[in-house]
């Protein structure tokens, strides 16, 4: 009933909320992205995306449409590497930033355990901008982590947004500085918030400072201050601060797969497993 190739596209225009990011992604003309969008609603009965000129948004239909894309594909995936007879073997550092402690990221690298038990995968978790260094000194192999989007480097996986979060308890005075909750440098978070409040005029202090997710998190619940924090990741516990507290944008961030370029026999691995991310990208995102 279910074409892969749309279903791959969907999958695809749902992570980055874009037609014309997908269309880049896949390779394939943006009238051809829409085509396999529109032949996927036909098929299904049900319109998937609320679309406009300005704004791309799943429906009820659409989130529902998401968990069995990924199946079918997944499941196609797997035959096909079965009947072709290849098994990928060799050694993968994968390195992902600490944004997905609490996704479902393990589901996804169980999947590719399962689908290529000879490849020894060794996983990093570290701040985006710790990876990139690994990945350029060749200690790593494969990286999802994020960038700026004004950045070119890396395969798109998804778009989001870096907003403020903290306690629906905690109460901002305007008159004292923002209390902060950051990672160390060199972390992308960190250098936006500061940044946006440096260009409003902001007075700011750091109240907690970890190189951990979890840590920050407790930090954040206990009241100590606020966090920037991606949008579609705001971790249980913590809310958005709301605009009238007069913090200022954040901007938008991306979520990309960056190959390293030293070690050429993890060059397949590599390309499974993000192809794995890819499929998987909804799993990606806190519910």
Known sequence: ???????????????????????????????????????????AGRRLFARDTHAVEL????????????????????????????????????????DFVLTRMPEVLEGFRRDHPEVDLELTVELSGTLHELLAAGRLDLVL?????????????????????????????????????????????????????EHQGREWRITCTSGSLNGLIAATRAGLGVMAHTMGMIPPGLVRVPPRAGLPELGGVDFVLVYGQHDRAARGPAEALAEAILAGGDRLHLP
């Open 1 to 43: 009933m279910f074409e892969p190739a749309q279903l791959r596209t969907f999958l695809t225009v749902a992570q980055t909320l874009s037609f014309t990011q997908a269309a880049h992604r896949l390779g394939l003309r943006q009238s051809t992205v829409s085509q396999h969008v529109r032949k996927l609603e036909e098929a």
């Open 59 to 98: 429906t009820e239909d659409g989130e529902a449409m998401l968990g069995f894309a990924r199946t079918i594909l997944e499941a196609n995936e797997r035959a096909a590497s079965f009947f072709a007879g290849t098994r990928l073997r060799g050694r993968l550092r994968f390195g992902a930033s600490e």
């Open 145 to 197: 982590a994020k960038r700026r989007p004004e950045e070119s480097r890396g395969q798109l996986v998804w778009r989001d947004r870096l907003v403020w979060v903290g306690t629906e308890r905690l109460r901002l005075d305007p008159q004292r500085p923002v209390p902060l909750v950051v990672y160390p440098p060199p972390a992308l978070t960190r250098a936006r918030a500061l940044e946006a409040l």
